[in-house]
């Protein structure tokens, strides 16, 4: 059974800094990532990579975030630095085996979610 655990999330304050987990059982997939979605708002991609090593960002996470994984854990981390009002959301991890990128088309696996809170 498809299992994607996160973990992580919180409340820190502007400027601080985060890091997500996002450990998947069953299964080693071809590409993982990071969304996040804030109340009322469509899910957006945030990071995303693939088991090459290639790395996928928004705009936003770029120059700030840094995802990572450890395949042998079967792990997905997204560091977030300087974080801002902005990146309070609901931070989801995916997995599929399909494209690589930060489009929800390309994953077919979902998390539960952590939330992220930043404020001053």
């Known amino acids: 059974q498809v299992q994607l655990v996160e973990s992580g999330g919180g409340s820190v304050q502007i400027g601080g800094s985060l890091r997500l987990s996002c450990t998947a059982s069953?299964?080693?997939?071809?590409?993982m990532g990071w969304f996040r979605q804030i109340p009322g708002q469509e899910r957006e991609g945030v990071a995303a990579m693939s088991t090459g090593g290639s790395t996928y960002y928004s705009t936003s996470a770029a120059g700030r975030f840094t995802v990572s994984r450890d395949k042998d854990k079967n792990t997905l981390y997204l560091q977030m630095n300087n974080l801002k009002s902005e990146d309070t959301a609901m931070y989801y991890c995916?997995?599929?085996?399909?494209?690589?990128?930060?489009?929800?088309?390309?994953?077919?696996?979902w998390g539960q979610g952590t939330q992220v809170t930043v404020s001053s």
């Open positions: 069953g299964y080693s997939y071809k590409c």
């Open positions: 995916a997995a599929g085996n399909s494209y690589c990128g930060t489009y929800e088309r390309y994953f077919a696996f």
